[in-house]
């Protein structure tokens, strides 16, 4: 089946920095969202976004579906140790709930003390 | 809390054996799915149900029976368990249309080891 690609697959940063991070696909999508997994949790939506071009913040996290809708990026700005975890985007073909999600293969952000 | 529960939070057992996973969600959702979740950390879907009507069936073996008694209710069911069983799954639930809090919610996830 069908894979979403993130990169970077790992990063290591400091506490403080900012981070980016993005999500491709070869297909287009027409929802996109960013979910963050804690360990030994389930993921967690951080943002959902409808509509190519839309820029959407929660709190310190940024993310943008991209203008060819094959895309979507997410920042965090000036990391805590709290994000430390593994973000997911995922891809959804319509605007319906209830449809199908197409996972990435995660991003695991790390933060060095 | 509303939420979405899953029980057990662990499940070890032997190759050959049936056993189920339980799911219940309080978001007053109509749509539920179970995913799998391998040791990469890849989710895939696996099941959707839709008002205790099935309307996602990925490719997924018949030992796996997916069963919901009600649109709150999703259960999984996996006969002659196999080592490449082991895996966590999740439970989701969700709302029509789309909207932030109609997304998708996941629960937290039940780890099976097969032996």
């Known amino acids: 089946g069908q894979q979403l690609n993130q990169s970077p697959q790992s990063m290591f940063i400091q506490e403080g920095e900012d981070v980016s991070m993005n999500c491709t696909s070869s297909?287009?999508?027409?929802?996109w969202l960013w979910y963050k997994q804690d360990p030994g949790e389930g993921p967690v939506l951080l943002i959902a976004?409808?509509?190519?071009?839309e820029l959407t913040s929660n709190g310190r996290l940024t993310a943008q579906f991209g203008i060819t809708r094959k895309d979507s990026f997410l920042n965090i700005s000036a990391s805590i140790p709290s994000d430390v975890g593994i973000y997911f985007c995922?891809?959804?073909?319509?605007?319906?709930?209830?449809?199908?999600?197409?996972f990435g293969t995660g991003t695991r952000l790390t933060i060095i003390p | 809390d509303t939420a979405v529960s899953q029980t057990p939070k662990y499940l070890v057992t032997q190759m050959g054996n049936d056993k189920s996973i339980k799911c219940e969600q309080n978001l007053g959702h109509d749509t539920m799915y179970w995913y799998k979740q391998d040791s990469k950390k890849f989710l895939k879907i696996m099941f959707s149900y839709n008002n205790k009507e099935l309307i996602i069936n990925e490719t997924v073996p018949n030992r796996f029976s997916p069963k919901s008694p009600d649109k709150a209710h999703l259960n999984l069911h996996i006969n002659s368990l196999e080592l490449g069983d082991s895996a966590v799954y999740f439970c989701?639930?969700?709302?029509?249309?789309?909207?932030?809090?109609?997304?998708?919610?996941f629960g937290p996830g039940t780890r099976l080891t097969v032996l």
């Open positions: 995922a891809g959804r073909r319509s605007n319906f709930g209830n449809e199908k999600l197409t």
């Open positions: 976004l409808y509509k190519a071009g």
């Open positions: 989701a639930s969700s709302q029509l249309p789309g909207s932030l809090s109609n997304e998708q919610f």
């Open positions: 297909s287009i999508f027409n929802t």
